[in-house]
């Protein structure tokens, strides 16, 4: 393959009620660290710590990541509070600035179609935002319930499906393992 064609950048969705998503996205962004190639990570909805802000220690400057989410865990509903949307906000602008900074070759926007499920962004900002996207970067969408909208504007659509969880037996997310 020519080095042309690798630097196309291309818009990658990864969504669906399964497990993995986010993991999809940091074994993207590990395996890009591993040939220098830099990463951006906005996560949405996150304030907590998680292994993967540990590990993105380790492998700067290779991957940046940066939360845009309250502390804790949120339970975000359809009528988000101001607080939510003001977090997304500053975290789109981020991920925006990232984007067009020409210091990354991939941009994760992770868990943001729950974001725009939950109205704390529109699809229009994030179809915007795409539409801004430089050629040879490489754009990542993560969460649940991605509108159509991304799903036609996307080069790569992975659908995460559950079949069988242990969440359902009562097990709690463990570290290492779910955060």
């Excluded at 991957?63 to 865990?73: P, S």
């Excluded at 949307?85 to 210091?103: N, P, T, V, W």
Aim: with cysteine.
């Amino acid at each position: 393959m020519n080095e042309k064609k690798e630097r196309i950048g291309y818009i990658q969705v990864y969504t669906g009620n399964g497990k993995g998503k986010t993991t999809a996205a940091l074994g993207l962004a590990l395996r890009a660290a591993g040939h220098k190639q830099k990463v951006y990570i906005g996560q949405f909805l996150k304030g907590q710590l998680y292994g993967e802000l540990l590990s993105a220690k380790s492998l700067s400057p290779y991957i940046t990541i940066e939360q845009f989410g309250r502390k804790g865990f949120i339970h975000v509903t359809k009528d988000p509070d101001e607080e939510d949307i003001q977090k997304a906000r500053r975290g789109l602008k981020k991920c925006r600035e990232a984007m067009l900074s020409s210091k990354y070759r991939i941009i994760i926007l992770d868990e943001i179609n729950v974001a725009v499920y939950f109205n704390l962004l529109s699809e229009k900002e994030i179809l915007s935002l795409l539409s801004e996207k430089p050629e040879g970067v490489e754009v990542i969408l993560t969460g649940r319930y991605a509108p159509p909208s991304f799903l036609k504007k996307a080069d790569l659509v992975t659908e995460m499906k559950e079949k069988k969880h242990y969440y359902k037996k009562g097990v709690k997310a463990r570290k290492g393992i779910e955060k």
